[in-house]
């Protein structure tokens, strides 16, 4: 009997170690909510559309290049102004115990997920109270002229006019596509309000329970088109501090860590229990100027702004040289950088010339919002808005430091009560325009994301003709002029390209860090 025994568990053993194990992802903030067209964080993306949802097409970071989801296959008409995409069959959406699907993901889904959000007059249109800001300031309302049904697998875009980054638009969260039936019948009950805190999807992952703080968890999707998901369970645990996260992960708590400090990238660095992932990042951490609110709505303060900050000192210590020190909007590897463009140096005697001459000789008071936690593209805000306040305090602008849930920070910016605030963006792919309609187009005032608030014809039709073009050539010379006009205007303080990093146990792979910001979690597990 002994024998046997031993022979048992000899052989389960082998077994016991392959078996899937939940998987728990220490992270720096709560999701806004689930329902991803209302809005524009990285966190809330990262929640839920890269774990429960898919679009029509992907970004391949690896290639640079598109590659199918929801849609196997697609063509584009000649004159550049209809793309019909076919449908993968086959795709189930996740089944809860609060929506029970009849059928597969079909065209009806797609339709229903951009009428939402392009004809005021859809019966969902008015659900989201804030609006759609990525759809409304990537112009998709002005773009898309229609969304048909062609058959039950078949779904074409009737365009206005040509644009350039349509398709890669379509790789961008917010073009998540949602069930038609789930809505049908949340509409029916009255529970419209539930697509935020009850979400359907067709993702590896499959929602089952938020607590403010605490954590988001998440069951396999054993349907899932692209293969059931390595983990036995997915958590978000809620952890703003980076400190503790980096104990959670040693402890064993996390098996991954988001968002580590640079101090915490070098003490993993050394822990033979840890790995660091890392890649460079196509981001840019800022702090943006809202050009709507005095004094900073005249450019010559902002530019004193960006001559008395010493953005070298603030690399070191924020980043301890772990990004590079950001010029202009975008990373300089990304196409249409202009390098001609001499960034602002740091002169603060030139600062208070220009204070004076903007009618400020004795300065001002000011305000800047900050989160209270740190994130890739600002690891520790608290240093970083005192070493603002302390160098514009030599040029006499005296600066008052807010601190700001990332919640209300977000939502109150996009409503421009701020007068400055740290942020950052990271764009989805490799388009330069991904930064640039985003956070610097009139339709972005108005959804929101234009940190700035800046709305400038001149640099408005630079934007728009940019997107009009696939002319590689002519849509460089149409984004280097549009550079040069934020940069004259000022309308940042850009700061930095970080790197993107992501701790994990040395018991985790099949994981990778995104440059774009986004998180894949389906291949990843757990030994």
């Not at 991803?36 to 290639?63: C, E, F, H, P």
């Not at 229990?273 to 004094?295: D, E, G, I, W």
Request: with cysteine; glycine share 6%; charged share 20%.
């Amino acid at each position: 009997m002994k024998a046997l025994t031993t022979a048992l568990l000899a052989a389960w053993l082998p077994l016991a170690a392959h078996a899937a194990k939940p998987l728990t992802v220490c992270t720096d903030a709560n999701p806004e909510g689930f329902d991803v067209v209302q809005y524009n964080s990285l966190v809330t993306t990262n929640a839920s559309a890269d774990v429960l949802m898919n679009r029509l097409l992907d970004y391949d970071a690896s290639s640079g290049k598109l590659r199918p989801s929801l849609a196997s296959s697609w063509e584009l008409s000649p004159d550049g102004l209809s793309y019909t995409f076919h449908l993968r069959p086959g795709v189930a959406f996740h089944g809860t115990d609060y929506f029970k699907p009849t059928r597969p993901l079909n065209a009806d889904d797609v339709v229903f997920t951009f009428e939402r959000m392009l004809n005021p007059d859809h019966p969902w249109y008015k659900t989201a109270p804030a609006g759609y800001p990525h759809a409304q300031s990537m112009q998709f309302p002005k773009l898309i002229k229609s969304v048909a049904k062609v058959d039950a697998q078949t779904v074409r875009f009737e365009l206005n006019y040509p644009e350039a980054t349509f398709l890669s638009s379509l790789t961008m969260g917010f073009a998540s596509i949602y069930s038609a039936e789930y809505a049908a019948q949340l509409l029916a009950a009255g529970k419209t309000a539930d697509l935020n805190s009850k979400p359907i999807g067709t993702g590896p992952f499959i929602f089952k329970s938020f607590a403010k703080d605490a954590q988001v968890r998440y069951l396999p999707n054993p349907a899932y088109f692209g293969g059931k998901p390595k983990a036995s369970a997915l958590i978000y645990a809620i952890t703003p501090d980076a400190s503790v996260r980096l104990q959670k992960l040693r402890a064993g708590e996390c098996q991954i860590a988001l968002s580590p400090k640079p101090q915490d990238v070098q003490a993993a660095s050394s822990d033979s229990r840890l790995r660091v992932l890392r890649t460079p990042a196509f981001m840019t951490a800022f702090v943006a100027f809202n050009s709507q609110k005095k004094p900073l709505d005249n450019p010559r303060v902002r530019q004193a702004i960006n001559l008395a900050f010493d953005k070298a000192s603030y690399l070191k210590a924020v980043f301890g040289g772990s990004a590079s020190a950001a010029d202009l909007v975008y990373p300089p590897n990304t196409w249409s950088y202009d390098k001609t463009i001499q960034p602002y140096p740091h002169d603060a005697a030139r600062a208070r010339k220009l204070l004076a001459q903007a009618g400020y000789p004795n300065g001002f008071d000011v305000d800047v919002w900050v989160r209270p936690s740190g994130s890739t593209l600002n690891p520790n805000p608290k240093a970083g808005a005192e070493m603002l306040q302390a160098d514009l305090a030599k040029v006499g602008v005296r600066l008052r430091i807010q601190t700001l849930e990332w919640g209300e920070l977000i939502k109150r910016g996009k409503a421009g009560e701020h007068q400055m605030l740290f942020m950052g963006w990271a764009g989805d792919n490799g388009d330069p325009d991904n930064f640039l309609t985003p956070q610097f187009s009139c339709a972005a005032v108005q959804s929101g994301t234009n940190f700035a608030r800046y709305c400038d014809p001149q640099l408005d039709r630079l934007i728009s003709d940019g997107k009009k073009t696939a002319d590689f050539a002519s849509r460089s010379k149409l984004y280097r002029s549009a550079q040069r006009i934020i940069h004259e205007q000022a309308l940042w303080l850009p700061l930095a390209h970080p790197t993107a990093y992501a701790l994990t146990r040395k018991e985790v792979s099949g994981l990778a860090v995104s440059p774009y910001g986004r998180v894949d979690f389906g291949a990843a597990v757990l030994k």
